[in-house]
């Protein structure tokens, strides 16, 4: 089974429409990430989170929001999705190594707005 | 402001000789390294890092080779193998207020061709 999943794996949704999209983990990492890739740009961090009651926000936060109902779970919202929100979105977990942040990536979730 | 750039987004290399991937970084506080490896339809996966108290660190086929004073990280493959046809990324963490987060590169999509 894997370790970090995300629901739904893809979604197409118009203008308008209030989205979630729902991490799970059950590596047991108290740090949780979403991000999104774009061609050409990457990831880029969206919002973290390093406990259930810690939430930053990343780069691009606006337009966007998250909740994270326990350890294990991470939900990333749109309240009003828009045509250049459409990307791959993953989520990740890591817990803190010596020097390094090793993160773990779910397997995305590609989202298109209409 | 691109703070991790990857500046070849693609590279073909025959099988069974040397693929070597590069990246180029701005911000002189990063101190821990990643490179990240994605196959369409999977998030990426953790391949190798480097701390930059070291200028080398090598796992099986790949090493990862750190210039600080040219601000430039390479990623060696040798042999390079059909399986290495991916996508990867590289990326780099600086503290921030105790935390650590990745600054993803735009990627390079690696062909290894028969």
């Known amino acids: 089974d894997a370790d970090v999943t995300q629901t739904p794996r893809n979604r197409i949704t118009k203008t308008g429409k209030r989205i979630m999209l729902e991490c799970s983990q059950t590596?047991?990492?108290?740090?949780m990430y979403w991000y999104r890739q774009d061609p050409g740009l990457g990831l880029r961090l969206i919002y973290y989170s390093f406990d259930v009651k810690d939430i930053n926000k990343g780069e691009i936060s606006d337009g966007y929001s998250v909740s994270r109902q326990a350890q294990a779970k991470f939900s990333l919202s749109l309240e009003s999705a828009i045509p250049n929100q459409t990307a791959l979105y993953f989520c990740a977990t890591s817990e803190l190594a010596g020097l390094g942040d090793t993160q773990y990536f779910g397997p995305g979730t590609r989202l298109t707005v209409l | 402001d691109q703070q991790v750039k990857q500046n070849s987004p693609s590279l073909s290399v025959q099988e069974g000789r040397i693929s070597i991937l590069n990246c180029d970084y701005t911000n002189s506080m990063f101190d821990y390294f990643l490179w990240y490896k994605k196959y369409p339809a999977e998030g990426p996966t953790f391949l190798i890092s480097?701390?930059?108290?070291?200028d080398k660190n090598e796992d099986g086929r790949f090493t990862v080779f750190l210039n600080k004073s040219a601000k430039h990280l390479s990623l060696h493959i040798v042999p390079s193998q059909p399986g290495d046809s991916a996508v990867y990324f590289c990326a780099a963490s600086a503290p921030d207020q105790g935390a650590q987060k990745l600054v993803f590169g735009q990627g390079t999509r690696l062909t290894i061709n028969p």
């Open positions: 590596k047991g990492h108290d740090r």
């Open positions: 480097i701390s930059s108290i070291k």
